[in-house]
């Protein structure tokens, strides 16, 4: 009997995984698939869970290498990067499943009509969207254990132990977030902040390699031992007394972490139910039809909550640009290469980042969209837009960005950061077309993995060949302004190449 | 003698998805004044109809007029002067229906919003206007691409299954406004595969299977040719599908 009802349980389970991944897939994509694009849906999303695992691993792989070899002293780098790096795709993934899963009811209307008490089906629910994670939490552990020969045992436990907390950390979080998010109501202030939570492990990650990195960071025996997270450190130098108290503290951690996820494991499962607390009362303002496109794809862009975090991003590494500029200026160290590292490790990836802004937003209103085409809208109106949009937060980044440059004495970056929002605006271009004609072909452009790893590899190189351009003409003479004439020669090419391609599809 | 003028013209229409054909060769015309019945089973290719003459899908071949006008030569005019309700209303879910108005009238550049208003009041909706789309029901969602739809009084209408999910009382509604739009000189392309509805509403019909046109004629005209009491069997007749179900039901027996 025991043996059936488990069985029982375990298809449950696997049914309610296969609809998460897929509803989490499909969720911004058209709706009103061919059959065909269905299958292929299927098929994509079921494989997302390792397109996402992979790439994680990869790179997990080159910090705790980086973190062994460069920083070995340094004990507390190697655990905390660890679980920097897992609360990312745990916490991410989590809010995309959610996203998905809360289009429809059709997963909690499933569970809620089965025969079966309610803590099994919030057990059911938790045990999904942990299985529907296991690629992510299972990478870092077969990382970790590949790379205990070079890094020893006792970082390898350490790391561990870090990966634990760190899944518990974001369950926690999301539940949280999520539980506050749905109380607020998608339109409510209080929700469109929690919606910016999102960038939470973008920042964790900066910060550990940002500031931890660059930072001596010296404790004391008793932090060592007894203090959560920190004792991780005495974990990877060996310390016996740390490791039993850590253990204990992940034991603890993991517990009110899956208590406080199975609690909101239904409720990440299930639409948004949400009654405005006032009457509606009919108040409509016309304006200029491009005025209401940006103001539609603004409020469309910070009440997503998988997206509204996106547009934070570049905003980060502004931050981190600040920081270092301080950093730097209090070490003494400043010189024309510093700064030409730091323009390429930290402006291009503000000009990478504001280049996928455009797909970001179409992607909002993916489900909008096909009726979007049908209103009496030039080609350029929804795409001036999108442009308009996405222009405001990459200038807005580089305006910042460029005044700290000009603070710690090197202006003249602010110029090179400008004329690449020509980059961007052909991105927006390039992203219009890309959408358009996925809308005409029956959304096959949008759902298959290769077609949307065709779309991001062309668009580096929208944004990539100018700005690689650049940086080559930078390191070679020494100089900011010599590649310039290149660089909008380059850009404006594509820009006016791309606005072509554009002005024929309509 | 009553000249007939054409609000709407699909000629030669073939629509494919891969290799497969949703619509084959498809031709028929609207006039003005009239209420033009698309029906035909599910899968038949009504909606891939619909969307080649809204532009959503690429059209394989075949051309699409509107009001004398090339959709292809004059995408905005054609749009402007049509209303759609798709099959689903998929809108721009995170906006509020007073949102999505605002948008739909700046785009559609209307000078006032009584109209819109008053469509608002007349499906009973003004109480959901702050709620986000997403957290609307059906019917209401549909309510929403209903009052998008008509707000600008267009010439001519394309619905799609339009009463999905509506109530008994915004059926009655909206069909009395189909049928004084069609007395006032507009045009209605209406798809459904259900008849009764069809028979009620329609001047002329065009049945279609598998992508093609099976019959079209007046509601009368047709019944005589057919040989059917009702469309309904005029609809089986045509699609071959009377013997089909008599096997079903024996079957069931």
Redesign the interface.
């Known amino acids: 009997m025991e043996g059936r009802r488990r069985s029982f349980n375990s298809i449950l389970v696997k049914s309610v995984v296969k609809e998460l991944l897929y509803q989490g897939y499909v969720a911004s994509r058209l709706t009103g698939m061919t059959p065909g694009d269905i299958k292929k849906a299927i098929r994509a999303s079921n494989r997302s869970r390792i397109f996402i695992a992979v790439p994680f691993a990869i790179v997990l792989l080159v910090i705790v290498l980086e973190g062994y070899f460069f920083f070995k002293g340094n004990p507390l780098l190697f655990p905390l990067a660890v679980l920097t790096w897992t609360f990312m795709p745990t916490f991410v993934t989590v809010i995309q499943l959610s996203y998905g899963a809360s289009a429809g009811p059709q997963i909690r209307e499933f569970l809620s009509t089965l025969p079966i008490e309610r803590e099994k089906v919030d057990g059911i629910a938790a045990g999904a969207i942990i299985n529907a994670l296991s690629y992510s939490i299972i990478a870092p552990v077969a990382i970790l254990l590949i790379s205990t020969p070079v890094v020893g045992v006792w970082r390898m436990i350490s790391g561990l132990i870090a990966d634990a907390i760190s899944v518990s950390l974001a369950l926690i979080l999301v539940s949280l977030m999520m539980k506050v998010y749905r109380k607020a109501g998608s339109t409510n202030r209080l929700s469109a902040i929690i919606r910016i939570g999102i960038v939470i492990p973008i920042l964790l990650l900066s910060l550990s390699f940002g500031y931890f990195q660059t930072s001596v960071i010296r404790l004391n025996s008793i932090e060592e031992t007894f203090v959560p997270i920190l004792n991780l450190a005495g974990v990877a130098l060996g310390n016996v007394d740390a490791l039993s108290f850590s253990i204990l503290y992940c034991v603890i951690i993991c517990f009110l972490g899956y208590v406080a996820f199975k609690k909101a494991s239904i409720s990440l499962l299930s639409p948004l139910e949400l009654v405005s607390s006032k009457i509606g009362r009919f108040n409509v303002t016309v304006r200029s039809p491009s005025i209401a496109m940006i103001l539609a794809d603004f409020r469309q862009i910070t009440r997503s909550p998988r997206l509204a975090g996106f547009i934070a991003v570049p905003f980060i590494y502004v931050l981190i640009t600040i920081f270092q500029g301080f950093t730097f200026r209090s070490t003494g160290v400043k010189n024309i290469l510093q700064t030409q590292v730091q323009f390429v490790s930290n402006v291009l990836p503000v000009v990478a980042i504001s280049s996928f802004l455009a797909y970001v937003l179409y992607l909002t209103e993916m489900r909008g969209f096909a009726y979007l085409e049908t209103l009496p809208l030039s080609v350029y109106t929804n795409v001036k837009s999108k442009l308009i949009v996405v222009l405001t937060f990459y200038l807005a980044s580089v305006s910042i960005m460029g005044l700290s440059y000009l603070y710690f004495g090197n202006g003249v970056i602010i110029l090179p950061m400008l004329i690449m929002s020509l980059s961007v605006a052909a991105s927006v271009f390039y992203t219009a077309l890309y959408f358009r004609y996925s809308v005409r072909s029956m959304m096959v452009g949008v759902v298959g993995i290769l077609n949307q790893a065709v779309f991001t590899v062309v668009n580096l190189f929208v944004f990539g060949i100018p700005a690689a351009i650049y940086s080559a003409g930078l390191f070679l003479t020494n100089n900011f302004f010599a590649p310039l004439p290149y660089l909008i020669i380059a850009s404006l090419a594509e820009l006016l190449f791309l606005a072509r391609l554009l002005a024929k599809s309509g | 003698m009553q000249t007939y003028e054409e609000a709407l013209r699909v000629e030669g229409l073939v629509v494919k ?2 290799e ?1 054909v949703a619509v084959d060769g498809l031709t028929f015309s609207i006039a003005k004044g009239s209420v033009y019945g698309l029906l035909g089973p599910n899968g038949a290719g009504k ?1 891939s109809t619909i969307k080649a003459i ?5 059209r394989a071949a075949g051309k699409v007029s509107v009001l004398g006008k090339d959709v292809d030569q004059q ?3 054609v ?2 002067n ?1 209303g ?1 309700v ?3 209303p ?10 999505f ?13 009584r109209r ?2 008053s469509l ?2 007349a499906f009973e909706f ?7 789309i ?2 609307l029901s059906l019917g209401n969602k549909q309510k929403c691409a209903v009052v998008a739809a008509l707000a600008h009084e267009p010439k001519v209408l394309i619905l799609d299954e339009p009463f999905n999910g509506l109530d008994v009382r915004s059926v009655r509604i909206f069909k009395d406004i189909i049928s004084k739009h069609a007395a006032n000189g507009g045009a209605v392309l209406f798809s459904t595969h259900i008849m009764e509805v069809a028979e009620k509403i329609c001047d002329v019909v065009g049945i279609i299977d598998h992508g093609i046109k099976v019959a079209e004629g007046s509601m009368q005209g047709l019944k005589e040719s057919i040989h059917g009491s009702s469309l309904e069997e005029v609809f089986l007749k045509v699609t071959n599908m009377e013997k089909e179900i008599e096997d079903v039901l024996k079957g069931l027996e």
């Open positions: 998805y891969a497969k909606s809204m532009g959503l899908v690429k995408p905005i005019f749009k402007s049509i759609l798709p099959e689903n998929v809108l721009l879910e995170s906006l509020t229906p007073n949102e108005f605002e948008l739909i009238a700046s785009v559609r550049k209307l000078k006032d919003t819109m208003m608002v009041n003004e109480e959901f206007m702050d709620t986000p997403a957290s």
